[in-house]
C-alpha cells in the first residue's frame, strides 16, 4: 500500500480517524502524530463522514470506534470492505463483548484494541495493519478461534454476556423480524413478557429502537432463519 514520505523520508501511514467524541478524536490525534512516520489526514463521527473522508484522502488505515450515531462501525467497516477492498480497519472500541468482537471479525476488521489501550499499544496496531498483518488486544486473540468455530451462532453467554439465554433468543427472533405477537407465540410467552424482555435488551445493549437492536444482532451472527419456530397454530 503506498504511503507518503514524511519530512524525514521515511514511508508515512495516513489514517482516518472515525470516532463521535471529539475529545476523544483530538487525544487519538494528539498520539499518533506524536511519531514522524503517521500522519492523521482525516477526522470523522459519522459513518456517512467517514465515507467521504476515506474517498477524498485514500488512507492507508481507518481506526474506528463501534458506536457511531448514524449506523455501527461494524456496518461501516462492511461498507468501506466494499467500496475499498483491501482498506484496513482497526477497531479502537470500549465495547469488549464478544458479540462485538464476532462481528466486527466478520465485517472486516483488521484489528480490535479497546479504549485505554496505551499509545505505543495504538501505535504499533497501526503501523501493522497498515502492512498487512493483524492485532488484537489483550485477551481478544485467545478468543477469536473459539467464536469462529462451529459457525456465528452461539451460546448467550459468548454472544451478549449481558443478556439472559431468554433475552437472547427473544433478541433472535426480534433480529430474523418477527413482532412481538408472533414472538409471544413462538416462544409461548405473554405479549408482556416480551415487552418486558425487548425493553432490557434495549437497556442492556445501549439501544434506542428495535432496528437498531436487531443490527446488533445480525452483526453478531443471530437472525438466521435455522432454528425452528413454534407452532404457528
Given at each position: 500500500?503506498d504511503?507518503?514520505?514524511?519530512?524525514?523520508g521515511?514511508?508515512?501511514?495516513?489514517?482516518?480517524?472515525?470516532?463521535?467524541?471529539?475529545?476523544?478524536?483530538?487525544?487519538?490525534?494528539?498520539?499518533?502524530?506524536?511519531?514522524?512516520?503517521?500522519?492523521?489526514?482525516?477526522?470523522?463521527?459519522?459513518?456517512?463522514a467517514?465515507?467521504?473522508a476515506?474517498?477524498?484522502?485514500?488512507?492507508?488505515?481507518?481506526?474506528?470506534?463501534?458506536?457511531?450515531?448514524?449506523?455501527?462501525?461494524?456496518?461501516?467497516?462492511?461498507?468501506?470492505?466494499?467500496?475499498?477492498?483491501?482498506?484496513?480497519?482497526?477497531?479502537?472500541?470500549?465495547?469488549?463483548?464478544?458479540?462485538?468482537?464476532?462481528?466486527?471479525?466478520?465485517?472486516?476488521?483488521r484489528?480490535?484494541?479497546?479504549?485505554?489501550?496505551?499509545?505505543?499499544?495504538?501505535?504499533?496496531?497501526?503501523?501493522?495493519?497498515?502492512?498487512?498483518?493483524?492485532?488484537?488486544?489483550?485477551?481478544?486473540?485467545?478468543?477469536?478461534?473459539?467464536?469462529?468455530?462451529?459457525?456465528?451462532?452461539?451460546?448467550?453467554?459468548?454472544?451478549?454476556?449481558?443478556l439472559?439465554?431468554?433475552?437472547?433468543?427473544?433478541?433472535?427472533?426480534?433480529?430474523?423480524?418477527?413482532?412481538?405477537r408472533?414472538?409471544?407465540?413462538?416462544?409461548?410467552?405473554?405479549?408482556?413478557?416480551?415487552?418486558?424482555?425487548?425493553?432490557?435488551?434495549?437497556?442492556?445493549?445501549?439501544?434506542?429502537?428495535?432496528?437498531?437492536?436487531?443490527?446488533?444482532?445480525?452483526?453478531?451472527?443471530?437472525?438466521?432463519?435455522?432454528?425452528?419456530?413454534?407452532?404457528?397454530q
Amino acid at each position: 500500500m503506498d504511503s507518503d514520505l514524511d519530512g524525514s523520508g521515511t514511508a508515512g501511514v495516513r489514517v482516518v480517524v472515525v470516532d463521535d467524541h471529539p475529545l476523544f478524536r483530538e487525544g487519538l490525534r494528539a498520539a499518533l502524530e506524536s511519531t514522524p512516520d503517521v500522519r492523521v489526514v482525516a477526522e470523522a463521527e459519522t459513518t456517512a463522514a467517514a465515507l467521504d473522508a476515506v474517498a477524498a484522502q485514500q488512507p492507508d488505515v481507518v481506526v474506528m470506534d463501534l458506536s457511531l450515531p448514524d449506523v455501527s462501525g461494524i456496518e461501516a467497516t462492511k461498507r468501506l470492505a466494499q467500496l475499498h477492498p483491501g482498506l484496513p480497519v482497526l477497531m479502537l472500541t470500549t465495547s469488549d463483548d464478544d458479540g462485538s468482537l464476532l462481528g466486527a471479525l466478520q465485517a472486516g476488521a483488521r484489528g480490535y484494541l479497546v479504549k485505554g489501550a496505551g499509545r505505543d499499544e495504538v501505535l504499533h496496531a497501526v503501523r501493522t495493519v497498515a502492512h498487512g498483518g493483524a492485532v488484537f488486544s489483550g485477551d481478544v486473540a485467545a478468543r477469536i478461534s473459539a467464536l469462529l468455530t462451529g459457525g456465528a451462532r452461539r451460546d448467550a453467554e459468548q454472544l451478549f454476556p449481558e443478556l439472559t439465554a431468554r433475552e437472547v433468543e427473544v433478541l433472535d427472533l426480534v433480529a430474523r423480524g418477527l413482532d412481538n405477537r408472533r414472538i409471544a407465540r413462538d416462544l409461548f410467552l405473554a405479549e408482556k413478557t416480551v415487552r418486558n424482555h425487548i425493553s432490557h435488551i434495549f437497556d442492556k445493549l445501549d439501544v434506542a429502537s428495535r432496528a437498531e437492536a436487531a443490527a446488533r444482532a445480525r452483526d453478531a451472527g443471530l437472525g438466521e432463519p435455522s432454528r425452528p419456530a413454534g407452532p404457528t397454530q
